[in-house]
């Protein structure tokens, strides 16, 4: 009988040390991990760090809604394992489910961030993160406005607002129209009066 239960220890413990991992950080599916998430909501840098590792899990942190620009967090998320067979074309990734809010801090720094107003989405293609509702420029619409330091930006945005419609105007008709610049990067801070809610930009770079 104690061979029996030896036995069985011994698969159990087996079955364990094959328990499949994702990442980097080498996480189980369903594992729980505290996160730290930056107050640069989408930004080039806005990339999450996992506990205590201070590591990227590279794979996204989904599900937190209430997140808000110019806030550093440290959340409670679950890892979930894509379902599936692996797809190239924007099926389900592996990904960090958002919890809850263990804290909350307000950034009170002004280091400048880079913005891509120019991403690329599988499937489709590159697409120019500007919309204007209001005679406000929205970077990610109901989260992000942009501001601008001087008229220079302010030209240079609507610029790539305009260009942008006559884009989404040639695709509705038809058309194949094609990317007038390979990236667009802006440079911003926090504006500091309309905290949480709009970024200032100071400066946009072009490269075509």
């Known amino acids: 009988m104690k061979c029996f239960y030896l036995l069985l220890a011994v698969l159990i413990l087996a079955a364990c040390s094959k328990e ?3 990442g980097p950080l080498k ?3 369903g594992q729980e991990v505290e996160v730290l998430v930056s107050h640069r909501y989408g930004s080039i840098d806005d990339q999450i760090l996992v506990l205590p590792q201070n590591a990227s899990p590279q794979m996204p942190l989904s599900g937190f809604a209430d997140r808000e620009p110019g ?3 440290r959340v409670k998320a ?4 894509a379902q599936g067979p692996p797809m190239q074309d924007g099926g ?3 990904n ?3 919890i809850s809010v263990i804290s909350k801090e307000k950034y009170d720094g002004n280091t400048p961030f880079k913005l891509a107003l120019i991403q690329s989405y599988v499937p489709g293609g590159p697409v120019i993160m500007l919309r204007k509702l209001d005679g406000q420029y929205h970077f990610i619409p109901e989260k992000i406005t942009l501001t601008y330091a001087d008229d220079e930006v302010r030209k240079q945005l609507e610029e790539i607002w305009q260009y942008n419609e006559a884009l989404q105007e040639d695709y509705q008709n ?3 129209p094609v990317m007038k610049w390979r990236t667009i990067t802006a440079t911003a801070t926090h504006d500091p009066e309309k905290f949480g809610k709009a970024y200032l930009v100071s400066h946009i770079e072009f490269t075509e």
């Open 20 to 22: 499949k991992v994702y």
């Open 27 to 29: 996480l189980k599916n």
């Open 71 to 73: 806030y550093n967090y």
């Open 78 to 81: 679950k890892m979930v394992a």
């Open 92 to 94: 389900p990734v592996d």
């Open 96 to 98: 960090l489910l958002f």
């Open 174 to 176: 038809g058309g194949t």
